[in-house]
């Protein structure tokens, strides 16, 4: 009897397995088939019908060289301040490994769906085969990620104070804002929480693992191997990285979103959208919220989400049509092509930039 137990209960975690993959299966499938119906729908339909793509081609055509120069010089600017935030968050971290792990990590975004996961997963995996150590590498893929968060949160209300001031509106940027701020409260709540106290860390990290063992027991999966003194040891490291460093790690992060609207703004510029068009402040607010939106993780690097809403909030503001829709898929391309073609040289060779870390290594 117990042999034929032991055989029925091999079949039964056998069959829940086999529906656990089927089911992730289908929620990929699922989630693969809304992206390519997103990414379709914005360059097949919503952009023609925003801007004739001739008109659009005309727009391009007439850039000069020195303009196609400003292009450029932005987008190295984009590229150059990949690095510091890593660097500021993982000490022993020089600036060519810090460049190679994130234009791999951020390319990865772009072929897979999934976000930010893929991307700190990517950068984890990169970081522990250099030799990093692991809670290091864990502390700092969380902190640059919880940054950056920070900073996408964030930027949507300033862009909303400052429309207020200019005493503009806009209906959907305030919907978001909104939204943000509940989600940006909560998370700073929720950060600040778990590091405020050895006591409370703990009790986080065994609610934590109870939750993750009752969702991996449903799956028929091993349990978790940490609990609340992992999570103790995690907080205590962490708090000492960021008295010494969230300065740092703050301006770094700022650097690298920012550069990023410096080239979306060029593009504007040379585009042909003036200040009388869209203003400085606009812009932002535009970029903020198309910014945003993209982060939800639907389709790779928010292919077709970034391009519907930054387009409709310019043009809301006030920019020519062919003029913004030239800009946005110039932004798009240079903030996306040269990362993807550098991070997936970065992904084939990123093995040759191990660093030296000496007493570093696990």
């Not at 117990?2 to 656990?20: H, I, L």
């Not at 088939?33 to 005309?58: C, E, H, K, N, Q």
Request: hydrophobic letters at 55%.
């Amino acid at each position: 009897m117990e042999v034929s137990k032991t055989t029925a209960e091999a079949v039964e975690d056998t069959d829940a397995g086999a529906k656990a993959k089927s089911m992730i299966l289908k929620k990929r499938l699922a989630i693969g088939g809304i992206g390519i119906a997103v990414i379709v729908g914005t360059f097949v339909f919503i952009l023609p019908r925003i801007a004739d793509y001739r008109s659009v081609w005309d727009v391009v055509q007439d850039l000069t060289w020195p303009q196609i120069g400003v292009l450029l010089l932005a987008t190295l600017a984009n590229l150059a301040t990949y690095a510091p935030p890593w660097m500021a968050a993982l000490p022993g971290l020089g600036y060519r490994q810090g460049s190679v792990l994130t234009l791999a990590s951020t390319s990865s975004t772009y072929i897979a769906p999934g976000g930010a996961a893929v991307g700190m997963a990517t950068s984890y995996a990169m970081l522990r085969g250099w030799g990093f150590k692991g809670r290091p590498v864990t502390i700092a893929v969380a902190v640059t990620g919880v940054w950056n968060q920070f900073a996408m949160l964030g930027f949507p209300l300033i862009a909303l104070a400052a429309l207020t001031l200019q005493h503009e509106q806009d209906s959907l940027l305030q919907t978001v804002a909104l939204i943000g701020l509940a989600v940006f409260v909560v998370a700073v709540g929720a950060f600040a929480a778990g590091l405020s106290t050895p006591r409370l860390a703990r009790r986080v990290g065994d609610l934590a693992a109870r939750v993750s063992n009752a969702g991996l027991r449903l799956v028929r999966r091993a349990p978790v191997t940490w609990d609340g003194k992992s999570f103790v040891k995690f907080r205590n490291e962490t708090v000492r990285l960021l008295v010494r460093r969230w300065h740092v790690l703050t301006l770094a992060t700022l650097a690298g979103q920012l550069t990023v609207f410096v080239l979306m703004l060029a593009s504007l510029r040379v585009c042909g959208v003036s200040a009388g068009d869209v203003t400085f402040i606009e812009a932002f607010a535009a970029w903020s919220l198309a910014r945003l939106l993209g982060s939800l993780p639907i389709t790779p690097g928010g292919l077709g989400i970034v391009e519907v809403g930054l387009t409709t909030a310019l043009v809301g503001f006030g920019g020519h049509n062919a003029d913004v829709v030239a800009a946005v898929l110039i932004y798009r391309f240079l903030s996306i092509v040269p990362t993807l073609l550098l991070g997936l040289l970065a992904a084939a060779t990123w093995r040759r930039h191990n660093p030296k870390l000496a007493g570093s290594t696990s």
